[in-house]
């Protein structure tokens, strides 16, 4: 459904991603695993046409979609979760979710607030609240559920479990599996955090400095334990 060959992306006249390929299948999980500055945001954002400079191809549902508007693409079924979340601080949970629906209008009806709470039940308890005044994880919650309003096919997530508690990560883990399972959604994940990433895709993809240095299931990734050691700090 989503396939990269030969990406390459710069930030000015850095050459930050140096020529990688992967592909994410319908309703398919997959890690995009590596060190902090490996490359795994870049790998997103590029693929989602925001900052860095982009070079090869991109194909998304059969469509070649370089170049496209990130906006374009959300209406495409293509979802992002950018590492920063981009919740609002001042608008309610709820306003908030609500700019999600922006992103389907005119390919699906997207999920309205009640049916959206119904996916994300653990949200009842702060829909009220101001962005501001959210959690780490709250506000990691308020982010998947907003790109999931406007059912996507496949959605990108940067670092979920960034500075969040083991507690709050488990949590997470079962909140993001229970609803791309029930809705088949396909994942690509970027992470550091490969027990949780383990346990929500199949196949993974490792990375350093840019380049893909290792692909294959999580048993063929469990069956080099030095890449662990070599390539993620744990
Ligand atoms: N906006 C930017 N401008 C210039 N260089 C950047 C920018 N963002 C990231 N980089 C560099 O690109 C490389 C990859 O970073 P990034 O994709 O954020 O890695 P990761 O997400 O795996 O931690 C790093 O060397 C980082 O310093
Ligand atoms: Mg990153």
Redesign the pocket.
């Known amino acids: 459904m989503l396939q990269i060959r030969n990406l390459e992306a710069y ?2 006249s ?1 050459y ?1 991603i140096q020529n990688i390929s992967l592909n994410v299948g319908a309703k398919q999980g997959v890690a995009l695993l ?10 997103l ?1 590029s693929i989602m046409n925001v ?1 860095p400079k982009v070079k090869g191809e991109i194909i998304f549902n059969e469509s070649n979609i370089s170049g496209k508007k990130p906006y374009h693409l959300a209406r495409m079924g293509l979802g992002y979760v950018p ?1 920063d979340r981009r919740i609002f601080a001042d608008l309610t949970v709820a306003d908030n979710l609500q700019i999600g629906q922006y992103g389907s209008k005119k390919r699906i009806e997207p999920y309205d607030i009640d049916e959206i709470m119904e996916l994300f039940p653990l949200m009842e308890k702060f829909k009220n609240r101001k962005g501001g005044q959210l959690s780490g994880g709250e506000q990691q919650v308020v982010s998947i559920a907003r790109t999931i309003m406007s059912k996507p096919k496949i959605v990108l997530l ?2 979920p479990t960034e500075g969040l508690a083991p507690i709050i990560v488990q949590s997470l883990r079962e909140t993001i599996a229970k609803v791309i399972q029930e809705l088949g959604i396909g994942i690509l994940l ?1 992470e550091q955090n490969i027990n949780f990433s383990r346990n929500l895709t199949q196949y993974v993809y490792l ?1 350093d400095q ?1 380049r893909v240095i290792f692909e294959g299931t999580w048993e063929e990734f469990d069956r080099q334990p030095e890449l662990k050691k070599k390539y993620i700090a744990v």
């Open positions: 930030y000015g850095s930050i590596g060190r902090n500055g490996a490359g795994k945001s870049t790998t954002k900052e590492e940067d670092e970027a990375m840019g």
